[in-house]
């Protein structure tokens, strides 16, 4: 379990599937270490995601506890042909809707920046630079005004990588719903942020990455 949990931490890539299985095999045994390793690779990545519906830090990190009980309670269903980041995102979106239903919802204000220790490699230098950081801040804005579903498209499928048939799975949709909503939310952010690109498009390489 050490040489697992040390593989998990030193790469800076996704999980591969073959450790991922590993790992929830062990969860299915009682492993305990096997769950923490597991929680520990996706707690940021899954606080990152709710926190765009939920911009209540609290709020965020009581959807994301009570999403990781649900997934481990119901592990002997998960389903092995989709990645466990899959049906975990599946579970911390509906509820997610589920604690949008039940409260008002409120005017999203201040920064919209993620959470700062869950940096990736890609843009981790130029990130440190005040440009970058007002650049940063002003995208993640922008995508806080696009609609409930089209940011949630947004960033699974730039920050999470995940392909349009996992999105529809997450978000219990078809996928030409998902593609509609990629569409309508770059169509969108073009709109927001031409006077902050300057026509320069390469720049929101940072959807996939110094956000967080």
Not at 27 to 38: C, M, S
Not at 73 to 79: C, I, V
Request: aromatic share 10%; with cysteine; proline share 3%.
């Amino acid at each position: 379990m050490k040489q697992m949990a040390t593989e998990i931490s030193e790469s800076q890539q996704p999980l591969t599937r073959l450790v991922e299985q590993r790992l929830i095999r062990k969860i299915l045994k009682g492993d305990q270490a096997a769950a923490r390793a597991l929680i520990d690779y996706y707690k940021q990545r899954l606080f990152a995601f709710v926190w765009r519906s939920c911009p209540n830090h609290q709020d965020a990190e009581d959807i994301c506890q009570e999403a990781f009980l649900k997934a481990f309670a119901a592990l002997d269903s998960y389903d092995p042909q989709y990645r466990f980041s899959t049906w975990l995102f599946t579970i911390a979106y509906r509820l997610s809707l589920n604690h949008r239903r039940r409260s008002a919802e409120k005017q999203i204000d201040g920064d919209y920046a993620w959470p700062a220790d869950d940096q990736e490699s890609f843009e981790t230098a130029l990130a440190q630079t005040e440009e970058a950081e007002q650049l940063r801040k002003q995208v993640w804005s922008a995508v806080a005004r696009l609609a409930k579903p089209q940011q949630a498209a947004i960033v699974l499928f730039y920050r999470e990588h995940l392909p349009c048939e996992e999105i529809a799975r997450v978000m219990n949709i078809p996928v030409s719903t998902v593609k509609s909503h990629l569409h309508r939310g770059r169509t969108r952010l073009r709109e927001l942020l031409e006077s902050v690109v300057a026509g320069d498009w390469s720049k929101l390489r940072i959807l996939g990455s110094a956000a967080g």
